[in-house]
Structure formats: structure tokens, C-alpha cells
């Protein structure tokens, strides 16, 4: 689990505060310390294309095989779309990398701020102005 | 006789043409509202409206507010609507407007309501409280002055949990300061909960492009009234 988890601090505080702000359910942003980075490693199990949230699902193998399952929170479909992702932009089986900022209490939850491919190519969830939450290649289709 | 009867029609005619009344209401007709139809992100959705404290509550409000837990019992936790004014101070979700003489609407993508703004018509009577509100609105130069009253008390006035009586009304001043921007001041008054009446601005982005997406709440809600 440590293996795959990394955190550290991120200075770009507002940039993340703002990304926050794309959650209509104004009290989740608060669940999540948006201070700090999580990298997750593993497989997608799942991927919710549904409002009010979207999710994915990850199983992420420590060094000894234990799998931790994880949870990715995205905003709304609507913003999803604006910021050029699609339903068909994951299936269970990728092997991707989240990156994100994880869940207060320790859970393996996170807010998703791009998905890393293993192609090095990524999709990066949007500010509320339908900006990239962070500077990176755009998704290609 | 008959000269003096002309004249006196040509003079009646002229102060008719002159009078301010006429002359207004040809610059109405002449002129028509500003074109505010469009796309439009709130530029900064700023969920709490005092968020260092202060709100000016009168004694049953600040109980009420106390109670307040945006993590436990904020009724948008379950999917209800936010309301108004609150889905017009703090979604981070775009709003479509579609303008007619007689009626404004305003489709806003996330709270699974529309307005209705009626220009041709005063406040109904015996009015059933709605997460919307009743809404009239009227041209004053460039501003669209809406006046919204009519609204459910279960909601709240913003993210926090301001409270709110049945009683409340919301003006809103909506203008047009520039091609992409689009300024709402709002105004809410409830004298029961509020001691003076509370000010608010928001700032709107034209998005030309965007599409208003659907939004069903209630689709895949992990947060209902017990958190996560």
C-alpha cells in the first residue's frame, strides 16, 4: 500500500481549492484534504458515469500482493463532458495511476484530479470554468 | 372656429409627442432589452455568504442556523433542490437563459429545477411556496429587475445553512456589463430571519459552446443524510 501511495504537500493550494468547488454537494470538498496529493497505482474495477458524481473504482496491490480498493470521486457528468472525457474513457481491466487529493480520514478515497494511462497519456478533470485542475497533456480521443 | 380646433389638435399633438410618458414609451418600443440569451458559468460560486460569521440573525434564525450541518442535514444532501436564491450564489454549474418579451427562463444544469420569469404580470396571489419562487421581472435600461418572492422555507439561503421564512423576497439586478459577462446583485430581505437585508454578487462567464447537460440527482447520490 505504501509502495503505491505517495503523498505530499502541493503548494497550489488555491488551484486545488478551486477544483473542489466543481462538487455540487458543497460538503465533500471538506472530507478531502486538499493540501495533499495522493498517486495511486492498480486496475479499474468499475467506473460510475452517473450524477450527481462520477467514480472510479481501482484495486491497488501493495508490495506483498494485499489489494486496497479505491475509490476516485469526479464531478458531474456535465463537467466531465466539457472537459472532454467520454463514458467510454475507462473499463475495468486498465491499468491506470489516479492521482488526486485523498480523503481525510485515512480511507482510500480520493478526489480525482487526472488519470494517468500507461501510455503516459492522461485525462484531467476540469476547473468550474471547464480548465484543466492542473497543467498537463490534453486527452485524446 | 374650425382654425382654432386645428390648431388647438396640432398643439395637444405636440405636447403628446413631447411629453416624457410618450416619449418613453416610444424609446420602449424603439428599443429593445439587451440580449442576455446564452451559456453562462458562474465565475466564482462562492458558497457561504458570511463565511467569517456575522450574518445578521434575529434570535429564532440564529438557532435555527446553529442546527445547520452542511455535512448532515443540508437538504441538498438528499438531492433536493437548492432553491432559490441559493442555486443562484453557489452551484458550480452553468445556467442557460432563453429571453421572450413576455418571459425569461433560466435552465441552471445541477438543480434539477427551471425559473420562470414573467414580464408581463404582477406576483399571483395565495401564492403555494416552490424551491424557485414566483418571479416577475421588468426592463429597467439595461437590468433586468427580477423580483422573486413565493419560496419554500426547507431550503436554505446558502451552503452553510442560513435559514429562511416563507416570507422571504429576492431582488435581483441582472445585467449585461460586457459581451462575456454577465453581473446578478441580489438583494434578500426576510425581516423574520434577518435583521437588515443581505447583499450578494455574483459574476457569470458566457460560454459559447457549452450545452446545458442533464442531471439527475438522485441517479447515483452517495450522500444522503448520513454523510458518507
Known amino acids: ?141 | 372656429m374650425r382654425k382654432r380646433s386645428i390648431c388647438s389638435a396640432a398643439a395637444l399633438a405636440a405636447m403628446l409627442v413631447l411629453s416624457p410618458a410618450v416619449r418613453g414609451q416610444n424609446a420602449a418600443r424603439q428599443t429593445p432589452p439587451p440580449d442576455i440569451s446564452g451559456v453562462w458559468q458562474i465565475a466564482k460560486p462562492q458558497g457561504t455568504l458570511f463565511p467569517n460569521g456575522g450574518a445578521p440573525l434575529t434570535p429564532w434564525a440564529e438557532a435555527k442556523f446553529k442546527a445547520a450541518n452542511p455535512q448532515t442535514n443540508d437538504p441538498n444532501l438528499g438531492c433536493l433542490p437548492e432553491g432559490m436564491p441559493r442555486f443562484m450564489l453557489s452551484i458550480p454549474l452553468p445556467m442557460e437563459i432563453f429571453q421572450t418579451p413576455t418571459r425569461v427562463v433560466i435552465i441552471r444544469e445541477g438543480v434539477q429545477v427551471f425559473r420562470q420569469i414573467y414580464m408581463n404580470r404582477d406576483h399571483l396571489k395565495d401564492l403555494d411556496p416552490t424551491y424557485s419562487g414566483d418571479s416577475v421581472g421588468k426592463w429597467e435600461g439595461d437590468t433586468l429587475v427580477v423580483d422573486t418572492i413565493g419560496l419554500k422555507d426547507s431550503t436554505w439561503v446558502d451552503n452553510a445553512g442560513l435559514p429562511h421564512s416563507e416570507a422571504m423576497r429576492v431582488i435581483e439586478r441582472i445585467r449585461r456589463t460586457d459581451h462575456d459577462t454577465l453581473v446578478d446583485d441580489l438583494t434578500i430581505e426576510d425581516p423574520s430571519t434577518f435583521t437588515k437585508p443581505i447583499t450578494a454578487q455574483r459574476m457569470w462567464k458566457l460560454k459559447p459552446g457549452w450545452e446545458i447537460q442533464e442531471f439527475v440527482c438522485t441517479e447515483n447520490n452517495k450522500y444522503t443524510f448520513q454523510g458518507k
Request: glycine fraction near 10%.
Open chain 1, 1 to 141: 500500500m505504501k509502495k503505491n501511495l505517495r503523498e505530499f504537500p502541493v503548494t497550489a493550494v488555491l488551484l486545488l481549492s478551486l477544483a473542489g468547488a466543481t462538487f455540487a454537494h458543497h460538503g465533500i470538498a471538506s472530507w478531502f484534504d486538499m493540501s495533499r496529493k495522493a498517486t495511486v497505482k492498480g486496475t479499474v474495477t468499475g467506473f460510475d458515469w452517473t450524477n450527481p458524481h462520477s467514480y472510479i473504482y481501482l484495486d491497488a496491490k501493495d508490495e506483498k500482493g494485499a489489494v486496497e480498493k479505491w475509490t476516485a470521486e469526479m464531478g458531474s457528468v456535465g463537467m466531465l463532458v466539457r472537459a472532454g472525457w467520454r463514458r467510454s474513457a475507462l473499463k475495468p481491466g486498465d491499468e491506470i495511476t489516479l492521482v488526486g487529493k485523498p480523503s481525510k480520514d485515512g480511507k482510500p478515497r480520493m478526489i480525482l484530479d487526472k488519470v494517468v494511462f500507461a501510455n503516459g497519456q492522461e485525462l484531467v478533470t476540469s476547473d468550474v470554468q471547464g480548465q484543466p485542475v492542473e497543467g498537463s497533456r490534453a486527452p485524446k480521443e
